[in-house]
Each structure stands twice: as C-alpha cells, then as structure tokens.
T-cell receptor, first 111, second 115 residues
C-alpha cells in the first residue's frame, strides 16, 4: 500500500520528441504527487507537483497528468532536449513530511 | 550558504569502522530529512527532524544507525560498525517547515563505500 511503481526503468527519446514516464500508487490517502529531476552527482530537485483535485498541471514543457480513478499519474516532457537527460523520480505523500519514492527512470535524449 | 551542503562528498571505509556524515541545511529551515539512495533504486526515508527533535526515525535500518541535530541546524548521521550493505548515497534535504506544501531542497549527497 505504501509503494509507488514507476516505469519505464530507462527511456531513450529523440530530440524534439515527447518523453512519457508513468507512476502508479495504491494508497488512496496520498494527496501530493511531485516529480523530481536528478542529474549525476547532484541531489534531486523538485520539477513539478500536483494534487488530486486537478487532472493536469503544466509548467513550460513539463506536464503532469493525473488519473485519480486509475491511481496513476504521469510526466510528459514536450520537445525533449539533450539537457533534459537525467533521472526522474515520481513520489507520493499524504501531505506530511514523508515522501514515498518510485525507483526512478533514466531518460536519455538523443541529439 | 545558498543550498544544502553535505560532507564529505565521498567516503570509503573499511567494514566494521564507524562513519559520520554531516549535513548543513539551508539557514532558517526547520525541517531536515535524511534519505538513502542505492544504485538503481528510489530514495529510502531514514529520519526526519523538526528543529532538534526527531518525530520520526522509523526509517533507520538498524540500531547501528543514529542521527542528531544541534542548534536547529547541522545534522550528523552516524553509522557504527559499517557493513557492505550500507554502501549507498546518503542524501540530506531541508525545508522551511515539515509540511510538503513547502519544497524540500536536497544536498548533493555523500557516497559511502564500505570495503
């Protein structure tokens, strides 16, 4: 019930394409769903986050889609660029201090 | 400092030795978190501090692990009698409050290798 399952483990996308990473959760008490971006040798950095009262949130080229009934949420990166190459983590929380993390997706954008 | 600072960046230690990992949070951040990241895995929660107290230390893997925070600022994670399975990147994060309405900022981590 505490798990967040993330897929795919790795992803290669051509420059300019759309990168899609998916996550699924079980605990219906989760009400905060952030995505973090991590570059090698750095700590994760918050990219974008959503709460379940909306189905979509967009910030620049990054969009979170949220499906409450299916208990799934996804990150879409439009017009993917080589600088987007990083590891992406989804997470979920009950709006307290503790985040439950997905296993991560290593994204490579080919020029 | 401008961000969360962790030291050392890398630590290689012999099995059975004790290690101390240090975290300097962003000034004014009351909440501090320690996570462990193993290769190819997500982040594993270890402990949460609010000020100097630790309301939740449920993620500490064993009694060989301990952490303290002094002055509402610097935190030290201590691992006694290190084992090879302790090898991982240890990440520290801080936030203004313990509520996730406020963003948590991460340090660059300490890569611990137990040989």
């Amino acid at each position: 019930q505490q798990q967040v399952k993330q897929s795919p483990q790795s992803l290669i996308v051509q420059k300019g394409g759309i990168s899609i990473i998916n996550c699924a959760y079980e605990n219906t008490a989760f009400d905060y769903f952030p995505w973090y971006q991590q570059f090698p040798g750095k700590g994760p950095a918050l990219l974008i986050a959503i709460r379940p009262d909306v189905s979509e949130k967009k910030e620049g080229r990054f969009t979170i889609s949220f499906n409450k009934s299916a208990k799934q949420f996804s990150l879409h990166i439009m017009d993917s660029q080589p600088g987007d190459s990083a590891t992406y983590f989804c997470a979920a929380s009950k709006s307290n201090y503790q985040l439950i993390w997905g296993a991560g997706t290593k994204l490579i954008i080919k020029p | 400092g401008a961000g969360v600072s962790q030291s050392p960046s890398n630590k290689v230690t012999e099995k059975g030795k004790d290690v101390e990992l240090r975290c300097d949070p962003i000034s004014g951040h009351t909440a501090l978190y320690w996570y462990r990241q193993s290769l190819g895995q997500g982040l594993e929660f270890l402990i949460y501090f609010q000020g100097n107290s630790a309301p939740d230390k449920s993620g500490l893997p064993s009694d060989r692990f301990s952490a303290e925070r002094t002055g509402g600022s610097v935190s030290t994670l201590t691992i006694q009698r290190t084992q090879q399975e302790d090898s991982a990147v240890y990440l520290c994060a801080s936030s203004v409050t313990g509520n996730l309405n406020t963003e948590a900022f991460f340090g660059q981590g300490t890569r611990l290798t137990v040989v």
